[in-house]
């Protein structure tokens, strides 16, 4: 069943065509690769999943709801979170706070109580940080988690900002390049725990240049350059695509080292 | 740390509760305007819990004004003024920054400036409300019989005042509201992906500081028996920058309020200096930005404090 359906989603930013023209589905429970050359739109396609952009045209539905124009937190509230290219975390809060931050939607018990600070709030606040750890846990980041997290080294960065993520409880996970700036243990690490993520029953998105990451760990993959889907299959498929590898040959050498 | 704060706390009480048995008449009068300009710099604070430095401080203050004085003219009970005032300015609040706040930062401030401005031009120009000269002979506030018509009991009133708007502020802070708001200090993209509507929990901010200001007002007419335009200028908001970095914005509550502090009572020690005041006060906030960035209250954090801690009895583990 497609849990996200992505039909023509067009992005201009002036004259730069984006996406143009983007189609695709995501199924539920798949781990979906989305790869192709810097700059094809794949972060683009993040930005309007998630409603940080919009787009200039097309539909995204997702479990049969048109998403489009909703704000970012009604998407995150729909239950579509993600992680960032880029590292955005709450800096000087501890790794607790920050992945309690994300458990900000499920913890409502209503503005009153919160501010009366009354049993039924305090309760929350007690199961909220006992799911925070059991996720923290579940990172790796048990020991740092009284740390802030800004003096964190840049792959717990990128774990914990899956892990804010994750504390969305989403049905379906965005992740942007999870395992860039990793040593090889450590992106090995985060490949197992997508695959646990999946087992969870959550959905995932992929975008990474690690292409032995992507290929090992992702159900099918979308090819997408200049905006538009140039190949999808599953990953043996991809890799011998000639469409594939001349996008990647013209402008990066060869797939191994993209 | 855990022994340190209850004991400059309980100090700080201390010293504000029993400064009527010392104080010179005048000096208490300087405290309790510092109470309310502690006020304005506290909602400056909150504001700058969700990254929104305001200017529209100015105008709240004067709609809570210029509610208890034209209110208590006809006759209202100063209590109920407080609501009065409070409601007006939150609404007021609400329609400008539903506006503004959706459009960024360059809207909010130009927004938040212009009505300020606005407001105390408005309140000079219309005639019920006394035109230029203001409106005088505001009565003092009572309770059944009991009058707070002496120094000592608006000193009192005043310090309530805080105490309550600290009270709140606090309630929020702690709340998951609270964290809400200092998770989209912190990196507003981030926030909104995991769930917290940006502009509405600003929103709640804004209302929330609205209110607050428009007290301070109500409480500043009855202090001075008087609401007067020039005292509701732009200029009076835009100190509560002053105080915040003065004191140490790290600190959203005891900054502000040492800030205001020190904003209001040195000058008016400075006698000579009266018309030099406002130089006064930009060479020391340009001083201390250049030479503690943190604000008196981040001397504490960073020099003090930890060479406190790294004294062997006393480690933390």
């Known amino acids: 069943m497609a849990l996200l359906e992505i039909e023509n989603l067009s992005m201009n930013f002036g004259k730069l065509q984006a996406l143009s023209g983007l189609d695709l589905t995501v199924s539920e429970g798949e781990i979906l690769g989305l790869i192709g050359p810097n700059g094809a739109g794949k972060t683009t396609f993040f930005n309007l999943v998630t409603g940080t952009y919009r787009g200039s045209g097309g539909r995204i539905v997702f479990k049969g709801e048109d998403i489009t124009h909703l704000a970012t937190h009604k998407i995150a509230q729909r239950g579509i979170a993600r992680s960032f290219q880029q590292t955005f975390l709450f800096a000087h809060a501890t790794v607790l706070a920050n992945v309690m931050m994300g458990c900000h939607i499920a913890s409502a018990v209503g503005p009153v109580k919160e501010l009366l600070h009354t049993k039924a709030a305090r309760e929350m606040d007690t199961r909220a940080r006992k799911t925070a750890l059991e996720i923290i846990d579940f990172m790796g980041l048990t020991d740092l988690k009284d740390e802030p997290a800004g003096t964190l080294p840049h792959g717990h960065q990128r774990s914990l900002g899956v892990a804010i993520a994750l504390a969305c409880r989403p049905t379906l996970l965005l992740l942007d390049e999870p395992v860039t700036g990793m040593n090889p243990t450590e992106s090995a690490e985060m490949v197992a725990r997508i695959h646990q993520i999946r087992e969870k029953g959550m959905t995932i998105v992929l975008v990474e240049h690690a292409m032995d990451v992507v290929m090992g760990v992702s159900d099918r993959i979308v090819v997408i350059s200049l905006g538009s889907k140039i190949a999808e299959g599953r990953p043996e498929e991809i890799k011998t695509d000639p469409q594939v590898i001349e996008a990647y040959l013209g402008r990066r050498g060869t797939l191994d080292v993209a | ?317």
């Open chain 2, 1 to 317: 740390m855990s022994k340190i704060k209850p004991a400059v706390l309980a100090v700080v009480a201390l010293v504000a509760i029993t400064l009527p048995l010392y104080a010179t008449p005048y000096m208490l009068q300087i405290a309790t305007t510092t109470a309310c300009f502690a006020m304005l710099g506290l909602a400056f604070g909150l504001g700058m819990r969700v990254g929104l430095p305001r200017l529209d401080i100015a105008a709240w203050w004067g709609v809570g004004g210029y509610a208890t004085a034209v209110l208590m003219e006809h006759g209202v009970s100063f209590w109920l003024t407080i609501p009065a005032g409070g409601l007006i300015s939150v609404i007021i609040s609400f329609l400008v920054f539903s506006l503004a706040l959706p459009r960024g930062m360059v809207a909010f401030f130009v927004f938040s400036m212009v009505i300020a401005m606005a407001f105390s031009q408005v309140f000079g120009s219309l005639s019920f409300l006394g035109g230029w000269g203001g409106i005088t002979g505001v009565p003092s506030p009572t309770i059944f019989s009991f009058a707070f018509d002496t120094q000592n009991r608006i000193y009192y009133l005043g310090l309530l005042f805080v105490v309550v708007t600290i009270a709140v502020y606090l309630a929020f802070y702690h709340s998951r509201i609270g964290r809400a708001w200092d998770a989209i200090t912190s990196s507003p993209r981030l926030a909104g992906s995991v769930g917290v509507d940006v502009v509405r929990y600003r929103m709640v901010n804004i209302l929330v500081g609205s209110f607050f200001i428009a007290a301070a007002g109500s409480f500043y007419v009855i202090h001075y028996h008087a609401a007067i335009p020039s005292v509701f200028s732009f200029t009076a908001g835009v100190n509560t920058i002053a105080y915040l970095f003065i004191g140490g914005f790290t600190h959203s509550l005891a900054g502000p309020i040492l800030g205001a502090f020190i904003v209001t009572f040195i000058p008016e020690y400075l006698q000579f200096a009266q018309t030099l005041r406002p130089i006064i006060i930009a060479a020391v906030v340009i001083f201390i930005l250049m030479f503690l960035p943190a604000g008196l209250l981040g001397v504490w954090d960073n020099k003090i404090k930890p060479r406190l801690a790294a004294r062997p009895p006393e480690r933390r583990e």
